[in-house]
Protein backbone atom coordinates (compact mmCIF):
# COMPACT_ATOMS: atom_id res chain seq x y z
CA UNK A 1 0.00 0.00 0.00
CA UNK A 2 1.23 3.52 -0.79
CA UNK A 3 1.81 5.78 1.58
CA UNK A 4 -0.76 9.15 2.03
CA UNK A 5 0.80 12.32 3.84
CA UNK A 6 -1.86 15.26 4.23
CA UNK A 7 0.21 18.57 3.85
CA UNK A 8 -1.36 21.66 4.61
CA UNK A 9 -0.11 25.09 3.47
CA UNK A 10 -1.03 29.06 4.36
CA UNK A 11 -1.73 31.38 1.52
CA UNK A 12 -0.56 34.20 3.74
CA UNK A 13 -1.76 37.80 1.42
CA UNK A 14 -0.32 41.19 2.89
CA UNK A 15 -0.20 44.49 1.07
CA UNK A 16 -1.21 42.48 -2.36
CA UNK A 17 2.16 40.37 -1.89
CA UNK A 18 2.34 36.49 -0.52
CA UNK A 19 4.58 34.44 1.58
CA UNK A 20 6.47 32.10 0.14
CA UNK A 21 9.46 29.70 2.00
CA UNK A 22 12.43 28.44 0.52
CA UNK A 23 12.93 24.53 1.62
CA UNK A 24 16.04 23.60 3.27
CA UNK A 25 18.96 22.24 1.10
CA UNK A 26 19.23 18.96 3.20
CA UNK A 27 15.30 18.87 2.83
CA UNK A 28 13.36 16.45 0.20
CA UNK A 29 13.09 18.77 -2.55
CA UNK A 30 15.71 21.08 -1.27
CA UNK A 31 15.70 24.77 -2.28
CA UNK A 32 12.68 24.58 -3.50
CA UNK A 33 9.98 27.22 -3.33
CA UNK A 34 6.84 26.79 -1.54
CA UNK A 35 3.65 28.05 0.67
CA UNK A 36 4.16 27.96 3.84
CA UNK A 37 2.94 24.76 6.17
CA UNK A 38 4.00 21.00 6.56
CA UNK A 39 2.44 17.38 7.54
CA UNK A 40 -0.87 17.00 9.53
CA UNK A 41 0.36 14.88 12.52
CA UNK A 42 -2.06 12.10 13.47
CA UNK A 43 -4.92 13.73 15.72
CA UNK A 44 -4.51 17.03 14.48
CA UNK A 45 -6.89 19.21 12.53
CA UNK A 46 -5.57 20.79 9.25
CA UNK A 47 -6.11 24.24 11.14
CA UNK A 48 -4.23 22.72 14.25
CA UNK A 49 -1.55 21.31 12.09
CA UNK A 50 -0.81 24.91 10.08
CA UNK A 51 -0.78 27.11 13.50
CA UNK A 52 1.95 24.72 14.50
CA UNK A 53 3.83 24.31 12.06
CA UNK A 54 3.87 28.31 11.17
CA UNK A 55 5.10 28.57 14.70
CA UNK A 56 7.48 26.19 14.70
CA UNK A 57 9.07 27.10 10.83
CA UNK A 58 8.79 30.65 11.51
CA UNK A 59 7.67 31.72 14.98
CA UNK A 60 4.74 33.56 13.46
CA UNK A 61 1.26 33.37 15.23
CA UNK A 62 -1.51 32.80 12.26
CA UNK A 63 -5.52 32.65 11.84
CA UNK A 64 -6.36 30.28 9.62
CA UNK A 65 -9.51 31.15 7.24
CA UNK A 66 -10.97 29.40 4.46
CA UNK A 67 -9.58 26.52 2.46
CA UNK A 68 -9.18 27.65 -1.19
CA UNK A 69 -7.48 24.51 -3.26
CA UNK A 70 -7.33 20.98 -2.73
CA UNK A 71 -5.05 19.16 -4.64
CA UNK A 72 -3.73 14.98 -4.78
CA UNK A 73 -0.79 14.51 -6.32
CA UNK A 74 1.18 11.35 -6.67
CA UNK A 75 4.96 11.32 -6.31
CA UNK A 76 6.85 8.03 -7.15
CA UNK A 77 7.02 6.86 -3.23
CA UNK A 78 3.84 8.34 -1.80
CA UNK A 79 0.64 9.92 -2.34
CA UNK A 80 -0.18 13.60 -0.83
CA UNK A 81 -3.11 15.47 0.21
CA UNK A 82 -2.64 19.00 -0.28
CA UNK A 83 -4.78 21.57 0.92
CA UNK A 84 -3.93 25.41 0.76
CA UNK A 85 -6.01 27.46 3.40
CA UNK A 86 -6.26 31.53 3.13
CA UNK A 87 -4.61 32.55 6.46
CA UNK A 88 -3.52 35.46 8.29
CA UNK A 89 -0.66 36.86 10.22
CA UNK A 90 -2.08 38.08 13.57
CA UNK A 91 1.91 38.26 15.78
CA UNK A 92 5.59 37.49 15.08
CA UNK A 93 8.70 38.49 13.03
CA UNK A 94 9.76 35.99 10.97
CA UNK A 95 12.60 33.89 12.07
CA UNK A 96 14.59 30.81 9.77
CA UNK A 97 13.34 27.96 12.68
CA UNK A 98 12.79 25.56 9.67
CA UNK A 99 12.91 27.09 6.63
CA UNK A 100 16.05 28.28 4.46
CA UNK A 101 14.77 31.88 3.22
CA UNK A 102 11.44 33.29 2.31
CA UNK A 103 9.76 35.99 0.52
CA UNK A 104 6.75 38.09 -0.34
CA UNK A 105 5.94 38.10 -3.82
CA UNK A 106 3.39 39.48 -6.13
CA UNK A 107 0.64 36.64 -7.89
CA UNK A 108 2.52 37.16 -11.27
CA UNK A 109 5.95 36.88 -9.71
CA UNK A 110 5.29 33.16 -8.10
CA UNK A 111 6.01 31.64 -11.52
CA UNK A 112 10.04 32.81 -10.98
CA UNK A 113 10.21 30.08 -8.55
CA UNK A 114 10.80 26.71 -8.70
CA UNK A 115 8.33 25.22 -6.75
CA UNK A 116 7.50 21.16 -6.00
CA UNK A 117 5.42 19.18 -8.15
CA UNK A 118 1.96 19.67 -5.84
CA UNK A 119 2.79 22.69 -5.66
CA UNK A 120 3.02 24.29 -8.93
CA UNK A 121 -0.25 22.48 -9.63
CA UNK A 122 -1.87 24.47 -6.60
CA UNK A 123 0.09 28.28 -7.51
CA UNK A 124 -1.46 28.08 -11.33
CA UNK A 125 -5.27 27.50 -9.49
CA UNK A 126 -4.59 30.26 -7.33
CA UNK A 127 -3.57 32.44 -9.95
CA UNK A 128 -6.65 31.95 -11.93
CA UNK A 129 -9.03 32.27 -9.17
CA UNK A 130 -7.20 35.26 -8.30
CA UNK A 131 -6.76 36.69 -12.23
Sequence with gaps: MRRQIRVVAAMIEEEGRYLITQRRPKASLPLLWEFPGGRVEGGE?????LVRELDEEMAIDVVVEEI????????????????VYRA??????????????????????LDQYDFPGVDERSVAMLIEKDA
Design 45 to 49: SDQQA
Design 68 to 83: EVSVDHSYPDYDIEFR
Design 88 to 109: RRVGGEIQHLGVHDHRWVLPHE
